[in-house]
């Protein structure tokens, strides 16, 4: 029966792993960025992935750093989706952040998963 345990262990398969990204505005209050971290977290558990790191991209920032490095982070083959609270942490512009997502769905093969949408999973 000892063998059992190591068995068990090389059926389970391996979560996909997943970072997060969050873009913060002037306006949001103190302990924000761990609240969306934490939903991210939940979104993560939900949805069959680890979460191995959260980009957070500060309030008046004036380069996106936190993106530059997410992108780098997708283009390796071990990340496999990047999960966001809501499509504007793309980009506050609207209809940009659309294809924001479908240019790191394609260009990435990640998947882009948006805690707002998290019913549709």
Not at 16 to 40: C, F, K, N, S
Not at 57 to 74: C, D, I, M, Q
Not at 85 to 103: F, K, N, Q, T
Request: no cysteine; charged share 25%; hydrophobic share 45%.
């Amino acid at each position: 029966m000892e063998g059992l345990s190591g068995l068990a262990d090389e059926m389970t398969p391996a979560l996909l792993r997943a970072v997060g990204y969050i873009r913060l505005r002037p306006t949001d209050p103190p302990g924000h960025a761990d609240q969306l971290a934490e939903r991210l977290l939940t979104v993560a558990a939900r949805s069959g992935l680890e979460l191995i790191d959260i980009y957070t991209e500060p309030a008046h920032t004036h380069r996106r750093t936190a993106f530059g490095s997410l992108l780098r982070t997708l283009l390796s083959p071990d990340v496999h989706a990047v999960i966001i609270p809501a499509l504007w942490h793309l980009s506050e512009v609207d209809g940009i952040h659309r294809g924001i997502r479908m240019v790191i769905e394609k260009e990435t093969q990640s998947i882009v998963v948006v805690a707002d949408e998290e019913t549709a999973l």
